[in-house]
């Protein structure tokens, strides 16, 4: 009896025992095969409050630092959204509650809570106010669908906003489906959607499926294999917010042979030597304008007759605008909103009234933070310079780390001509003596421009017409170093006149010379025709636009006819 109890128990633990891998089997086939059956809340997961307006872009959910605001039937897009996703260089000065549009062809100003804008000073009506709330932009819908010929579409019950700037594709289900929110079975779904549905998407499989949205807005993954009768929606959209047109002016043979022309007093322009013909000059660019203060006030000591003249011997006249090397105006200046526009209406003024060709922008000491300040004054300055047939050049350093903020690809976008200052390898404050451009400065000056974006039918090659004598003096035992800017022919007879000698430095590719009066040695990496050609050489191998020489009155006579010889067919 005993024996039989047992068989029965044993029976019972072992069914108990397959019961049991039964069920864990099971479990392990639904775990592997089974799909999963779990739905979730879709703005609980994109973490959207119950009356926030969530917003897909280009078909992506985009998470939002500042949610759209829903007034009175419009939809207002925070700015930091636009600049990220629409157009990043779309300007807000929080300080003056003033947005600005640039384009090509167009600067367009508006001001928070009015309805009235400007198109290149041109007012127009609003039909709805852009709105500051605690310091954040908003921008209507409706500006932004026609301004930026963009689709949108709201979707009132699920508060959903899509917005699509390029070509898509749509497609029906072959069968139902579940939403889901990752590219696999097992992720939970969000919606379920029936055979027959439409969904809009790109071409993004991964593993199977792909990522789609759907008619409520929301995103996610079903099987790409029940995606059915596929049709490519195609978006007009001729938007441009970049700078693509040529120059207004280019020369008709060889290469651009510019020379700046320092002024310090109006006088100076009536000057002999300042209306001396030179053959196979293009431009000259007279230092005329500079800054009172920091209120944006433009000094100016243009001449009429100057231009006058230039025009009768066939040159461009490009106006030299300088920051006086202060970056305290430069902060001022380019920082506001109301400066900059009101530096661009004087800049246009003078323009008009001196006939000008064009504006040179002679920026040297714009402060690290006002990086993207000096960009959207050259942005605003493009388009009304452009309309007047007028050049835009601006000067800029050679390509080094600490110069990166004046975004060198965002320059050689905007701009028609870029002057990359190729001297100045050594200067007044040098801790040794040397060349102020050697061969291989001014071959990295043209290299790193164009490795930074600037197109080489825009980067124009400044070159020195001047050098630096350097006065190494001893005393007691130390060396002190002082240096003095020359013009080609006084440095070349100072070292003559102190019984020194000249030598070629295959270094630099210079003539060298050196003179020693007692405890001074005096040292000199000429300018001259050796060095300017040599120069001209690299502009022809790299095949940019052309030269551009400070200053005149420091070259000698030889130089004028090489110029000629070299960039000129």
């Not at 003024?349 to 690290?368: H, K, W």
């Not at 493009?382 to 080094?400: M, Q």
């Not at 003539?511 to 050489?537: C, F, H, P, Q």
Request: with cysteine; hydrophobic share 35%.
């Amino acid at each position: 009896m005993k024996h039989k109890k047992g068989n029965i128990l044993l029976k019972k633990i072992v069914n108990i025992f397959c019961l049991f891998i039964f069920i864990i089997a099971l479990l392990v086939f639904a775990k592997i095969y089974l799909p999963s059956f779990e739905k979730i809340n879709y703005r609980d997961s994109v973490k959207l409050a119950k009356d926030e307006v969530g917003i897909n872009m280009q078909l992506d959910y985009i998470p939002m630092k500042n949610i759209p605001l829903y007034e009175n039937g419009e939809i207002y897009l925070p700015v930091d959204f636009v600049q990220k996703h629409i157009d990043n260089y779309i300007y807000w000065d929080k300080e003056e509650n003033t947005l600005t549009i640039t384009n090509e062809h167009n600067v367009i100003r508006m001001k928070t809570d009015e309805l009235e804008y400007f198109v290149n000073n041109e007012p127009l009506e609003l039909d709805l106010p852009i709105y500051n709330i605690n310091g954040v932009a908003y921008m209507p819908k409706s500006f932004l669908e026609d301004f930026y010929q963009l689709q949108f579409e709201y979707i009132e019950p699920t508060k959903m906003l899509n917005i699509i700037k390029d070509d898509y594709k749509i497609a029906t289900l072959s069968k139902n489906a579940r939403l889901r929110k990752g590219p696999d079975k097992k992720s939970p779904y969000v919606e379920k959607l029936k055979r027959g549905d439409t969904v809009s998407f790109y071409e993004n499989d991964i593993n199977g499926y792909t990522k789609v949205i759907s008619k409520s807005g929301y995103e996610g993954y079903i099987p790409t294999k029940i995606l059915k009768n596929i049709e490519n929606i195609s978006i007009e959209n001729d938007y441009e917010n970049d700078y693509v047109a040529e120059a207004p002016w280019t020369v008709d043979n060889g290469k651009i042979n510019l020379i700046f022309d320092q002024m310090q007093k109006v006088v100076a322009n009536s000057s002999e030597s300042r209306r001396t013909y030179r053959e196979g000059v293009d431009v000259l660019v007279p230092t005329w304008f500079s800054f009172k203060d920091e209120t944006g006030k433009i000094l100016n000591i243009a001449d009429k007759g100057y231009v006058d003249w230039a025009h009768s011997n066939g040159y461009k006249v490009w106006g030299l605008l300088t920051d006086n090397f202060d970056k305290k105006i430069s902060h001022s200046v380019l920082s506001s909103t109301e400066t900059r526009e009101y530096v661009i209406k004087q800049l246009l003024a003078y323009v008009s009234m001196y006939d000008l060709d064009g504006i040179n922008i002679d920026f040297e000491s714009v402060p690290t933070d006002d990086g993207d300040n000096f960009i959207q004054f050259l942005r605003e300055l493009a388009p009304p310079l452009r309309e007047e047939g007028a050049v835009l050049s601006v000067d800029l350093f050679v390509p080094k780390p600490w110069t990166a903020h004046y975004n060198r690809n965002d320059v050689g976008k905007i701009v028609d001509y870029v002057i990359v200052m190729g001297y100045d390898e050594h200067y007044a404050g040098s801790k040794n003596a040397g060349s102020v451009a050697s061969m291989n400065w001014s071959e990295i000056a043209i290299k790193d421009t164009l490795a930074e974006g600037v197109p080489k039918d825009k980067l124009i090659l400044g070159i020195p017409f001047y050098c630096r004598l350097w006065t190494e003096t001893l005393e007691n035992g130390q060396t002190k170093l002082t240096s003095k800017a020359y013009s080609m022919q006084g440095a070349y007879d100072f070292i003559e006149e102190k019984g020194g000698t000249f030598t070629f430095d295959e270094k630099t590719g210079q003539n060298y010379g050196e003179a020693k009066e007692g405890n001074k040695t005096y040292k000199v990496w000429l300018e001259d025709e050796t060095s300017i050609a040599k120069r001209l050489d690299l502009i022809l191998q790299y095949d940019i636009a052309g030269s551009g020489a400070w200053k005149r009155g420091l070259e000698k006579e030889e130089i004028w006819s090489l110029l000629q010889y070299k960039l000129k067919d």
